[in-house]
């Protein structure tokens, strides 16, 4: 307000210049993910109020014209947030749009946006056209390749490398998610449950209970969690419906093949999900790897171990 309403000989203009210069070099600028401010981005979520924040900034500093370089900084990091994180409210909708909108690093084109990649020898073409336009490409390599990427325009995307793996044995260490499954047996004579081995003999009518453990980071919108059940086992609970656990509302989808999970929210830190099965099988079977994944940013994939099972009379 002062910026737009007082002339530049005006002291309180002066001080309103100074008061944005003092608050640029607080910020923290880098080439990929823009400019932002420790008090804001160090939050797990975006929320109304800094959408809006944001907003106020960027129009005072272009209300300015000292650094255009500063709102190109900001239009970028409101670009890269939003990969990760939805904007839930209209007001909080509205001030990024109205960013964006507003922004001269953003040109409006009718071209478009088109992404090369080259993994080895091979090459992949991914475009959001309208008629021709191809979003998604798969290509088979048996070998680790270096890969090159080229875009016609600044754009978000991704590339997922899927393979095979002896199961059990799923790399996470560098994972920022981290799922853990355990199985626990019930002690009728301490009245406790009591975690098993990896290869846990069972029995016929023994009860058992599953514990998916979670671990995150940031909190996590739209999530999915899928456990397969191994054959051997039965759910005692076998409805569907909303569920609360450990800080967490889901709803619960039973199937004959496991129980798909289904949360809006995954706060940060350590979760626990458990559910009871009974052994109602004799034999050996593979309890599989349980799979969680962020449905709003696809990128964000976890899976548990797997666990083999032996069941006897």
Not at 18 to 23: D, E, G
Not at 267 to 284: D, H, I
């Amino acid at each position: 307000m002062s910026l737009k309403y007082s002339t530049p000989d005006n002291q309180i203009y002066k001080k309103a210049l100074a008061q944005l210069s003092n608050i640029q070099q607080r910020a923290i600028n880098d080439e990929r993910n823009g400019m932002r401010w420790k008090e804001i981005s160090d939050d797990d979520d975006l929320n109304r109020s800094k959408e809006e924040t944001i907003a106020m900034l960027y129009e005072a500093f272009t209300e300015a014209g000292q650094n255009t370089r500063v709102a190109d900084g900001l239009t970028k990091w409101i670009l890269s947030t939003r990969q990760d994180y939805s904007w839930r409210t209209t007001t909080g909708t509205a001030a990024a749009i109205n960013i964006l909108k507003e922004s001269a690093m953003l040109k409006t084109s009718f071209a478009a946006d088109s992404v090369s990649a080259k993994i080895g020898d091979q090459q992949l073409n991914s475009s959001n056209g309208l008629l021709a336009g191809q979003r998604n490409q798969f290509v088979g390599t048996n070998k680790i390749a270096p890969v090159t990427i080229s875009a016609n325009n600044t754009v978000s995307g991704g590339i997922t490398w899927n393979y095979f793996s002896a199961e059990g044995q799923a790399d996470d260490t560098k994972n920022p998610v981290k799922l853990k499954k355990t199985l626990f047996s019930y002690d009728k004579q301490k009245n406790a449950w009591i975690p098993l081995s990896d290869k846990p003999i069972l029995k016929l009518g023994e009860r058992i209970k599953i514990v998916l453990t979670i671990e995150t980071a940031v909190n996590l919108r739209f999530v999915q969690l899928e456990d397969k059940r191994a054959g051997v086992f039965e759910p005692v609970d076998a409805s569907s419906g909303q569920q609360y656990q450990d800080r967490m509302q889901y709803y619960r989808s039973v199937r004959d093949t496991g129980q798909q999970l289904f949360m809006d929210f995954l706060p940060s830190g350590r979760s626990e999900l458990s559910y009871e099965v009974t052994v109602t099988q004799e034999g050996a079977f593979k309890n599989g790897a349980a799979m969680l994944q962020c449905l709003y940013n696809p990128g964000v994939t976890a899976y548990s171990n797997a666990i083999t099972v032996i069941s006897k009379p």
